[in-house]
């Protein structure tokens, strides 16, 4: 891949700019220079030289941001990043859902490398050189093809405080957790995630949360949490939620805000009610979704939390012993798993969408109940066999969103795009690829859902806010130069569930600091991306 070079000054000339506030578009020339929005000019002010693109036809915007990026080894792994470029996504929220590599320490890395290999693969020989926040950005600050933010993950630090098993925090290990949140926001973070149907995450209480979000909202920073149930317990899950940012006063942003599997079907406008109140009171909240009815995560997270305590070898040697299969098979298919958001497996639901282990590669693109038909097995010895030869490192799709409820979170006020996406994996979610031109091109030109300058705003202008981005997320002078030049007619997605790897249409220049990541429809291969930090005054990259 190619190092950024010096960024030279670009024409766009007769664009349609959308500049990602919500107001109307309009024609103009706009001049990128040194990394810059130099000037926004009438059509025509300029003369075409030969570093001058016309954009006749063409849509302006302000560069894409992904809300909920699981990019925070894959960056490194594959630096031009050609899934999120070729999409039009300038800037990426990483470290979600609690569980991320930094901070971390010696003894905790290999649990949490273990537990996030089917999220960012969990590759041998790579070199884990940092162990604090600002370190990791300092890596990314090396080369990577977009820009990043950072959340710290409450997973990560809880188990470095006290390891990953069960049990209440004491007031001595929540105040050593307060401790290395205070140094991540001080190095650049700007929050901190939660995975609360994840080990071991979801064992912290409404209160140790409460006391973490107080450390947040000292800085500025907002919580982003995958709550405790997005299934049987949902709304009392957001509504916890909620009242954690009410009663700490740290903004919230709640992560793939969803209401899945069948409890939940028409039930969205009982979650919006929930937020229409809270915003109402002055709670300040924002969310994030993908335009699309499945979901992903990992095999192992169908498990009941406790079985999963203490890590991936503890759980396979339950997974071994017969009596304790038999209580986990009652929580799995009987009663209802926590880890399966208090819902019963639907085997038929489950699509094994990545596996380690080669030797599984036939399953991926099949669920868990046609595996079982196949082999003439049962399905819950088929989840189990599958978790026990790929070690816990197993994707899944899992196929129980209802449209209505996508169509109604999606146009909320507080609304924002984010991916989840997945980029491993045999068949990993079109969404990885997708979610950017699909929310364009489907959702706005198709269906008419939103207006053009309505699904930029909530792509571009709306997460910038929620970032405190000083100097993103518009088409604005002075700006930085992240900006997406789209055909408006022609944009989509094209990634499927079938052929997930495939990049959109309609995306003709990607500029990221003012250098093209993408030129007349081709990735350059440059890195000119760069780890956006948290400071006082907004977050902003740093020389």
């Known amino acids: 891949m190619a190092a950024p070079t010096a960024a030279r000054r670009t024409i766009i000339a007769n664009a349609t700019v959308v500049d990602g506030s919500g107001a109307p578009r309009f024609a103009a020339d706009v001049v990128l220079e040194n990394g810059a929005i130099h000037s926004i000019a009438a059509p025509g002010t300029h003369a075409m030289d030969a570093d001058a693109i016309d954009a006749t036809g063409l849509v302006l915007s302000p560069g894409f941001i992904d809300m909920h990026a699981h990019s925070d080894l894959q960056l490194f792994l594959n630096p031009g990043h050609y899934a999120k470029i070729s999409q039009g996504v300038t800037t990426e929220l990483l470290g979600q859902d609690g569980l991320s590599y930094a901070p971390i320490d010696d003894v905790t890395l290999d649990g949490v490398r273990q537990k996030i290999a089917g999220w960012n693969d969990n590759p041998e020989d790579f070199d ?4 604090t926040v600002g370190e ?3 890596r990314l600050d090396q080369g990577i093809a977009t820009n990043a933010a950072y959340l710290i993950p409450q997973g990560t630090v809880r188990a470095m405080v006290r390891g990953f098993g069960e049990g209440e925090a004491t007031a001595g290990e929540i105040a050593a957790q ?9 190095e650049g973070a ?5 995975g609360l149907t994840y080990t071991p995450g979801m064992y912290a209480t409404t209160e140790e949360l409460a006391q973490l979000c107080s450390t947040v909202a000292e800085f500025g920073g907002f919580y982003a949490p995958h709550h405790r149930s997005y299934g049987k317990g949902a709304l009392e899950a ?15 942003h709640l992560s793939h805000a969803t209401m899945n599997f069948a409890p939940n079907k028409g039930r969205a406008p009982d979650l919006l009610g929930l937020i229409d109140r809270a915003l109402d009171d002055g709670v300040d909240i924002t969310l994030d979704t993908y335009p699309y009815l499945p979901g992903a995560t990992t095999l192992s997270a169908i498990l009941p939390s406790w079985a999963s305590a203490g890590g991936s070898e503890p759980t396979m040697a339950r997974l071994r012993d017969p009596d304790t299969l038999m209580h986990i098979r009652e929580n799995v298919e009987i009663y209802g798993s926590d880890g399966c958001h208090g819902v019963v497996a639907e085997w038929e639901t489950l699509e094994i969408s990545g596996v380690k282990n080669p030797g599984l590669d036939a399953f991926v693109g099949k669920t868990v109940a046609q595996i079982a038909a196949e082999s003439g097995q049962d399905a819950f010895d088929v989840f189990v066999d599958i978790l026990l030869r790929d070690k816990m490192a197993t994707g899944i799709l899992q196929h129980v969103g209802h449209e209505e409820n996508v169509r109604a979170i999606m146009v909320h006020k507080t609304h924002t795009g984010g991916s989840d996406g997945i980029l491993v994996g045999g068949k990993p979610h079109p969404r990885a690829w997708g979610t950017f031109p699909r929310y364009l091109g489907h959702y706005s030109r198709e269906l008419g859902l939103l207006t053009l300058e309505e699904t930029v705003n909530h792509l571009t202008g709306r997460p910038a806010a929620r970032l405190k981005l000083v100097d993103r997320g518009l088409v604005r002078a002075g700006f930085a130069a992240d900006l997406v030049l789209f055909d408006p007619e022609t944009v989509n997605a094209t990634a499927t569930f079938a052929e997930p ?5 309609g995306i003709h220049y990607v500029f990221v600091n003012g250098i093209a990541a993408i030129e007349a429809g081709k990735p350059t291969g440059a890195l000119a991306g760069r780890a956006l930090r948290r400071t006082p005054e907004g977050t902003r990259s740093t020389p």
Request: proline residues 0%; aromatic residues 10%; negative net charge.
């Open 178 to 186: 307060q401790a290395v949140i205070r140094q991540g926001m001080a």
């Open 501 to 505: 790897r495939q990049a959109a249409t």
């Open 128 to 131: 884990f050189n940092w162990r």
């Open 136 to 138: 990791y950005l300092d």
């Open 238 to 252: 957001y509504d916890e939620m909620i009242e954690l940012s009410r009663d700490t006063g740290c903004a919230l």
């Open 190 to 194: 700007v929050g901190m995630s939660s």
